[in-house]
């Protein structure tokens, strides 16, 4: 037996694990301080263009450009999230960014359909029910893939239906909708949490590789949040008279 082998891999091996105690707890940090200022930032664009008539009128009157803005959304989740490896950090974040912002553009109408005081309230269930689940999906040693693949499989369902229900305007059918949109969004908060975790758990270190994972688990822990508050909001929501 080489006794010397041996203990360079048991050395090598503590120093990776010293290596990811080190990186983890920083990667996570900034996993969900990149999710709160997109949070933020939405927030602030969405009641921005709500609070201005001709930047309101310009969207929402404007098929072409309402659309414009859609598309770019799309065409923005789907760049980050299939070329992170061969975009910089800065250009990650650049896009990460801008996604937020546009996306706060088109959210605006919920200014104008529901009361400020149902839109704050939902905010704050919204920010418990996701803060919750994270927790668990954080936390649990049960491995949540076989719950991930169900959940995707639902989300596919829930949009041809929702996409369907455009056509139909059937009321009880959206409300049904809205409630699987609900429980659809709490367990991929769960499943995405812990997804991102094993995910970082991996890194060695907090390099711009690894960072570029972190922003985007927080891009994908900022599209369950936006979701799961549209979903409640239209159940909860107040509409303006």
């Known amino acids: 037996m080489n006794y010397n082998n041996d203990f360079e891999i ?35 664009t969405a009641f921005g263009v709500a609070s ?29 999230s299939a070329a992170i490896n061969r975009l910089s950090l800065s250009m990650a974040t650049l896009m990460f960014v801008l996604y937020s912002v546009i996306n706060g553009a088109t959210l605006s109408v919920i200014f104008l359909v529901y009361t400020m005081d149902s839109i704050t309230s939902v905010f704050f269930i919204t920010a418990g029910t996701f ?7 954080y936390v649990t040693k049960k491995d949540l893939t ?18 369907v229900n455009i056509f139909m305007r059937s009321s009880g059918l959206q409300l049904i909708l809205n409630y699987v949109g609900v429980l659809v969004f709490v367990g991929l908060t769960a499943y995405d949490s812990q997804k991102i975790k094993q995910m970082l758990l991996m890194a060695p270190d907090t390099g711009e590789t690894a960072q570029k994972l972190a922003l985007l688990g927080s891009l994908t822990l900022y599209l369950d949040f936006i979701n799961l ?8 929501g107040a509409k303006r008279e």
């Open 10 to 44: 048991t050395g090598m091996s503590r120093e990776r694990e010293l290596a990811l105690s080190k990186a983890f707890p920083a990667l996570i940090r900034k996993v969900y301080v990149w999710m709160a200022l997109a949070l933020v930032i939405t927030g602030i």
């Open 52 to 80: 201005t008539p001709a930047l309101l009128t310009a969207i929402m009157a404007n098929q072409v450009l309402l659309f414009g803005l859609v598309i770019a959304e799309f065409a923005l989740v789907i760049g980050v």
């Open 229 to 236: 508050f549209l979903y409640l909001l239209r159940i909860f």
């Open 131 to 137: 803060a919750a689940m994270a927790f668990v999906g």
């Open 146 to 163: 076989s719950m991930g693949r169900i959940l995707f499989m639902a989300l596919i369902g829930l949009v041809i239906a929702t996409v």
